[in-house]
């Protein structure tokens, strides 16, 4: 299921399946969920005033 969380123990294990099969994109953590999950990242950093100097 694309909607449960994913634990650091769960992405490793599934980049290690991607890796081992020639996979550009992993079934459990796709593109699309990766760039929603920055979407929000970005929104809470903008909502508490965390700023990057670059």
């Not at 694309?2 to 399946?17: A, G, H, R, V, Y």
Request: with cysteine.
């Amino acid at each position: 299921n694309n909607d449960s969380p994913l634990t650091m123990k769960d992405e490793i294990i599934e980049f290690i399946n991607c890796v081992q099969n020639h996979k550009v994109e992993s079934s459990i953590n796709t593109h699309q969920r990766s760039l929603e999950t920055i979407k929000v990242l970005d929104e809470i950093r903008h909502q508490i005033g965390v700023q990057f100097n670059v």
